[in-house]
């Protein structure tokens, strides 16, 4: 047997409460949306850069092209995004969001934001040092 203790290992501790902080935020939008993890990812990093490819978006929120792709369908069936040919490669498709995808993410934005708040709120003074500790620990893959 190892002398590992996983629950003192730092990087699974982030894992596991990143995990509960994106579970306890996305029953919130899919309880008023009903989207999904995935699809909030995608229609957040659209609302930020605008039109985009599957991949672009896939490099930018760390979710597999497939899972990116899942999650575009079901956007785009719901009336939230639409699919338009990429400008310089006809095998790719561009998304961008509709009319009622930036509606969508209006009110999306205003929950997240008061998520936030509270999540600062429940660290109290704890919330700075999380944000210098992130600082340091960030480390850009650009």
Known sequence: MSDFDLDSFLPYRLAVLAGQVSREFSRRYNERF???????????????????????????VDMDKSRVSRAATRLEQAGYIRKDAHPTDGRLVTLRLTQAGRAMM??????????????????????EQLDLAMQKLYVSED
């Open 106 to 127: 209006q009110e999306l934005s205003e929950m997240a934001r008061a998520y936030q708040a509270e999540l600062t709120e429940r660290l109290g003074p704890q919330a």
């Open 34 to 60: 009903g989207i999904s993890r995935p699809e909030w990812r995608v229609v957040a990093h659209l609302a930020q850069s605008g039109p985009a490819s599957v991949g672009e978006i896939h490099q930018r």
